[in-house]
């Protein structure tokens, strides 16, 4: 098989024989990196090794369907179009590639935010590691780098450290609610209670509305709770639970909490039949409460806050 690397050569010097010379000294800097995925990179080999040139159409078509957001989807149909001498197409293809690579710093970002809050460091150093080669200077990369120092052991120098950066990025990002519930997690740790109350209000009032596919969403949401578990003590027993269900994105991260619930009321039904009325009615008003306290105690929360600072801001 082709290496991968190889085939960039090739798809460079195929631009370049077309006099597509902008475009094939953007692929030569294009990002390795963003080849992160084990499925489409074996489909990209395949595409640039593959000899039939119908075939090698085939399964490009089918690597953009599965993959329409990857660069590497719309590199491999590029290569292929370019073999036909569809030129015109090629093109398309790899202003596609090419601004879907722009967006890839963000997407494994959120993927490193993802790993810190279930608490797998290990792979978000890695993934770091793997991202900073390429994207270091991109804001996206450098705020998953300060939430991957706050979860792991801290040094009073490493908070200060992450708080310096946070407080860079804020000024360009004045709006981003992920970089003020670090700084609300920074400032917790070091003490710093005002400042913490500051951003956890700025936190609140820039979160964005909450659905069940915005996975940008999602994950603003959750550095939220984890930060209001920072700050609220009582709040920490909610965050250990919602941390399980974190092993899925939405829309499964809901189906996992619906599932979850459904199998509690099931067992409240099952136990009406089995126990003494006094225990299933307390073992029911314990269920209650904690479904109350799970779902919404932070919301409540973080309402709360966003009505103080719309007060203060109207003073």
């Known amino acids: 098989m082709i290496a991968v690397s190889k085939g960039f050569d090739e798809i460079a010097a195929e631009l370049e024989a077309q006099g597509w010379h902008k475009e094939a000294e953007l692929l030569r800097r294009f990002p390795r990196s963003a080849l992160d995925d084990e499925l489409v990179k074996g489909m990209f080999v395949a595409v640039v090794s593959v000899r039939d040139i119908e075939r090698a159409e085939k399964v490009a078509r089918q690597l953009v369907s599965f993959a329409p957001e990857n660069p590497f989807a719309h590199l491999a149909f590029c290569l292929v179009k370019l073999r036909q001498g569809q030129t015109l197409e090629a093109a398309k293809a790899f202003e596609q590639a090419i601004h879907f690579a722009s967006t890839f710093p963000a997407y494994r970002s959120q993927r490193i935010h993802w790993l810190c809050l279930q608490g797998r460091l290990d792979e978000a150093r890695k993934f770091l590691h793997e991202t900073v080669k390429e994207f270091a200077d991109r804001w996206e990369v450098q705020r998953a780098q300060a939430h991957l120092w706050l979860s792991g052991k801290q040094t009073r120098q490493r908070l200060n450290q992450t708080a310096e950066l946070l407080t860079k990025l804020v000024r360009y990002r004045p709006n981003d609610a992920i970089i003020h519930a670090?700084?609300?997690?920074?400032?917790?740790?070091l003490d710093d209670r005002k400042r913490a109350i500051e951003h956890l209000r700025l936190m609140a009032r820039n979160l964005p509305a909450l659905t069940f596919t915005d996975v940008d969403a999602f994950i603003a949401h959750q550095v939220a709770k984890q930060s209001l578990a920072t700050?609220?003590?009582?709040?920490?027993?909610s965050w250990f639970v919602e941390r399980f269900f974190l092993r899925w994105l939405p829309p499964k991260y809901f189906a996992a909490i619906a599932t979850g619930w459904v199998a509690v009321a099931l067992l409240l039904a099952g136990l009406r039949f089995v126990a003494p009325t006094?225990?299933?009615?307390?073992a029911l008003l314990i269920a209650v409460m904690a479904f109350a306290y799970d779902r919404f105690a932070s919301p409540i929360l973080l309402w709360l806050l966003k009505s103080i600072y719309s007060n203060e801001g109207k003073k």
Do not use: G
């Open 182 to 189: 670090l700084l609300v997690q920074a400032y917790e740790k």
């Open 231 to 237: 700050r609220f003590s009582w709040l920490r027993p």
């Open 278 to 282: 006094p225990i299933y009615t307390f």
